[in-house]
Nanobody
Framework: QVQLQEAGPGQVKPSQTLSLTCSVS??????????WSWIRQHPEKGLEWLAAIAADGTPYYNPTLARRTSISRNTSKNQFTLQLTSVIPEDTAVYYC???????????????????????WGQGTQVAVSS
């Protein structure tokens, strides 16, 4: 069974770049038909999809955040990374990485405020944006 583990700085200052890494074990990020995603949950709010990267490296982005978001991967380490530039206090959230199938990705692309946790998820990492 695949396991995912997020790693992040915990706290960043406004205008800085947030970088998060997801380490995957028990499966390969190059396995076809799987999509490796980043999702966040603001305090007292729902889940918001941010970005995903396919097994072949194709990226997908939430249009609302696409200008500030970049997703990449390191296949030798079986990790994928999210960068969010010019962070603001509203970026404070718990950030999750997840393994999705195509159905979950299509659902998120059509409606980035997702309703459930399909697929396999990491435990999440808290990020606070404050000066």
């Amino acid at each position: 069974q695949v396991q995912l583990q997020e790693a992040g700085p915990g706290q960043v200052k406004p205008s800085q770049t947030l970088s998060l890494t997801c380490s995957v074990s028990g499966g390969s990020i190059t396995t076809p038909n799987y999509y490796w995603s980043w999702i966040r949950q603001h305090p007292e709010k729902g889940l918001e999809w941010l970005a995903a990267i396919a097994a072949d490296g194709t990226p997908y982005y939430n249009p609302t955040l696409a200008r500030r978001t970049s997703i990449s991967r390191n296949t030798s380490k079986n990790q994928f990374t999210l960068q969010l530039t010019s962070v603001i206090p509203e970026d404070t959230a718990v950030y999750y990485c997840a393994e999705w199938d195509l159905k979950a990705l299509v659902t998120a692309i059509s409606s980035p405020l997702i309703g459930d946790r399909s697929g396999s998820w990491g435990q999440g990492t808290q990020v606070a944006v404050s000066s």
